[in-house]
């Protein structure tokens, strides 16, 4: 049985502390708060994150994160990508063994545009562990821990990383790909998350299910777009962690990103929302990088743009919806070529 670390108690932390110690794994939980550490231990519930889940007793949980690390094989890093700098920083401080990491975070640094992997490597020694891997796809926490049907996709540089990642996690109710593709698994993760702000805003409005089809549509073909131009297979975003993240985020109430967005369609503030939402909204953090990254990297992406505008500049949500309704004409499969062509070209 081998000692796995989960760092971050939140719900996808916890979730996935879940389905470890399902597959008999010695699960270590790491909260910075201890309250919340001896809920975990007393009662075997995280009810702020997870409500009216019971958790196996075989999860540890520990606000000291040098004992829950200790002699793990493996450490699984769950935080908001904001605090995954200040996370790494200190993981380097109390870590005395090599152990490959897993992270299952979704975003972009604003400023820096570095994907999640990259600030991990620029903040933990390389002599640390074997490899890096993300794990994504279509996965709310609040499913994963009612042992509900989910597939994601594990990625690394090192595909005999990514497979032993992929041993760890797998079982009946929680299905694990391999991709060869790190940049665009983290591209599609953490990208969608935009276009779930859009798909809520649009609910939010008001709009039918055809508003919210043309969006969910029209940003693949963004997330595509800034996806190659970094770097990514664009056949990656047809799979899991592009087509199929994208569609659970963009209609499903569990989302947070859909619900934020929910909410500014019907006109609150951003502050109040975020206030109310009492957890993390990674896409409002993601819509700046990508805004930032799009103007560098030259490459176009309105509906990016329009949801910037609303999240940042106060435009109205009506106005920017009618914007992109009036917007040039052109061709629907013009995306498309041009994302072949250029890969082909590479």
């Not at 794990?135 to 090192?158: D, N």
């Not at 391999?178 to 276009?195: C, F, Q, R």
């Not at 990674?282 to 990508?290: C, D, F, H, L, W």
């Amino acid at each position: 049985m081998e000692k796995v670390a989960v760092l971050g108690a939140g719900s996808w932390g916890t979730a996935l502390a879940l389905v470890l110690a399902d597959n008999g794994h010695n699960v270590h939980l790491w909260t910075h708060r201890e309250n919340l550490a001896e809920e975990i231990n007393r009662a075997h519930t995280n009810e702020k994150y997870l409500k009216d889940v019971k958790l196996p007793t075989s999860i540890q949980a520990n606000h000291d994160l040098k004992t829950v690390v200790e002699d793990a094989g493996h450490v699984v890093l769950v935080v908001p990508t904001k605090a995954m700098r200040e996370v790494c920083a200190q993981l380097k401080q109390v870590l005395n063994q090599k152990v490959i990491i897993t992270h299952a975070s979704k975003g972009i640094e604003p400023g820096t545009y570095k994907r999640v992997s990259e600030v991990m490597r620029e903040e933990i020694p390389s002599n640390l562990y074997e490899d890096i891997v993300v794990l994504s796809g279509p996965s709310h926490a609040e499913e994963v821990s009612l042992r509900q049907p989910t597939t994601v996709t594990v990625s690394s540089e090192k595909l005999e990383v990514a497979e032993e990642v992929q041993d760890l996690f797998i079982n009946r109710q929680f299905r694990v790909y391999t991709s060869p593709d790190l940049v665009g698994v983290e591209l599609g993760g953490a990208l969608k998350n935009i276009i779930a702000l859009g798909a809520g805003i649009s609910d939010g409005l008001g709009y039918g299910d055809n508003a919210k089809a043309a969006l969910i549509t029209r940003g693949l073909a963004e997330i595509a777009r800034l996806g190659t131009s970094m770097g990514a297979n664009p056949l990656t975003f047809s799979g899991l962690t592009g087509i199929g993240d994208l569609i659970v985020t963009c209609t499903s109430s569990h989302s947070r990103n859909w619900r934020a967005g929910n909410k500014l369609g019907k006109g609150h503030p951003l502050e109040d929302v975020l206030e109310q939402m009492g957890m993390v909204v990674e896409g409002v953090r993601t819509t700046k990088a990508a805004f930032q990254l799009a103007q560098d990297q030259g490459v176009e992406m309105p509906i990016t743009s329009g949801i910037y505008r609303i999240l940042f500049e106060a435009a109205e949500p009506r106005d920017v919806v009618d914007e992109l309704m009036t917007r040039i004409r052109r061709h629907e499969m013009e995306d498309l070529t041009n994302i072949l062509d250029e890969k082909m070209n590479d």
